[in-house]
């Protein structure tokens, strides 16, 4: 059975930072590209980052710079490191498993994690 787990969210002030662990079961996170999407109360969901199965990684523009996604392959965890918070970062923070990497295409993925909460407060 395939899981992700996706954990670490929490509430924090303007410029703090939250490190993300998105922990993979079932699959080989060498097989598969993990994505970490969010999704802010009345809007769509929004690709963030990703890192692909030869270790490449994307970030969308609004996180370019602040955030850093990670993997521990000896762990099957994917990491997302979060810098410089502000109030907009504030959704539910996805984790899925894709044959590619995707910030645009949600429907690309596979399989999803149950999603864990970040809160920025100004």
């Known amino acids: 059975e395939v899981q992700l787990q996706a954990s670490g969210g929490g509430r924090v002030q303007t410029g703090g930072s939250l490190r993300l662990s998105c922990s993979v079961s079932g699959i080989g996170t060498g097989h598969y590209a993990i994505g970490w999407f969010r999704q802010a109360p009345g809007k769509e969901r929004e690709g963030v980052s990703c890192?692909?199965?030869?270790?490449?990684?994307r970030y969308s523009d609004s996180v370019k710079g602040r955030f850093a996604v990670s993997e521990d392959a000896a762990k099957s965890t994917v990491y997302l490191q979060m810098n410089s918070l502000k109030p907009e970062d504030t959704a539910i923070y996805y984790c899925?498993?894709?044959?590619?990497?995707?910030?645009?295409?949600?429907?690309?993925?596979?399989?999803w994690g149950q999603g864990t909460q970040v809160t920025v407060s100004s």
């Open positions: 890192i692909g199965v030869s270790g490449y990684t």
């Open positions: 899925g498993a894709a044959l590619f990497c995707s910030l645009v295409s949600p429907e690309a993925y596979n399989y």
